[in-house]
């Protein structure tokens, strides 16, 4: 049995998690990620038939029975998940029973997987169904994109159209736009049923005067995809302000969809 803590996913949820502390998404312990793991990859690293201890999703999981994740942990810093993986980090399966959690490595403390559960694993189901491909569920607070939602309408054909004109690729790299809910309660199932209504629609959703959620293939991909949208924020943060000389107009932003064969919201666009 190879060594978790040389697993590639546990690097790659290591180096995930430091970059975005270091952006300045994830105060304290804010943000969290879950990340869909293949089974024989997992088996080269953990006995599979040893569950360290079970925990109540406390929401109906049938769909992903089986299934297996990387999950930070509630109330933990991003800013450790580095040197500290194993008390940060839990690996869970879903139990045949479709509401327990199978501990298979980690939270050696004796805690457990992040309070947004309901919001990651729901998405998770919301974006395989779309895309069997989909891996990665993120969650933080970037503080361009947080300032934005106190100063722009919490409209998602408004908020996209903005986003899209503050930098170029922006509508390449996100044409599917990003939906927008009102500030909710966090941490429960209610807010976690409305982003995967979103998530079929989105790949990234803003929770309003909260923060973001994306979902992709690959880490970078889904990192890549916040990482855009806070840029774009920045960019109207540092710009709102200020009188508007120029701007990359409706019939250009068209115009980079079609060059780079991108399927975009067209609705978004005043056309
Ligand atoms: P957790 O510490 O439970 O992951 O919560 C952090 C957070 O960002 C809540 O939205
Ligand atoms: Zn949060």
């Keep these: 049995m190879k060594n978790i803590l040389n697993a590639p996913f546990v690097e790659e949820m290591k180096k995930t998690t430091a970059n975005m502390y270091r952006l300045g998404w994830d105060e304290r312990n804010g943000g969290n990620i879950s990340y869909l793991l293949d089974e024989s990859e997992v088996a080269e690293y953990l006995d599979l038939t040893h569950v360290v201890r079970t925990i109540p999703t406390g ?3 049938a769909a992903l029975i089986g299934k297996i994740f990387i999950v930070t942990g509630t109330g933990k810093y991003f800013k450790n998940v580095e040197s500290d993986p194993a008390n940060n980090l839990g690996i869970i399966r879903i139990g045949e029973d479709g509401t327990t959690a199978e501990l298979l490595w980690g939270y050696e403390d004796g805690s457990r ?3 947004e559960l309901p919001a990651h694993l729901m998405s998770h189901m919301a974006r395989l169904a779309v895309d069997p491909e989909n891996r990665v569920v993120m969650h933080c607070h970037p503080t361009h994109t947080l300032a934005m939602n106190y100063v722009h309408e919490l409209n998602e054909k408004k908020f996209t159209h903005t986003l ?9 790299v996100f044409p599917d736009g990003v939906g927008v809910l009102p500030w909710m309660l966090c941490g429960t199932n209610s807010i976690g049923e409305a982003t995967a209504e979103k998530m079929k629609e989105f790949r990234l959703v803003i929770w309003g005067m909260h923060g973001i959620y994306g979902a992709g293939k690959t880490m970078d991909e889904t990192f890549g995809l916040i990482e855009t949208v806070e840029k774009a924020a920045q960019i109207y943060m540092l710009t709102a302000h200020l009188p508007r000389i120029n701007t990359i107009k409706d019939k250009e932003l068209v115009e980079l969809a079609e060059f780079f064969e991108v399927e975009y919201r067209k609705d978004f666009l005043n056309l």
Excluded: K, L, N, Y
């Design 164 to 172: 899209w004109e503050m930098c170029t690729e922006c509508i390449v």
């Design 113 to 115: 997987f992040t309070s």
């Design 59 to 61: 929401f109906d999981t």
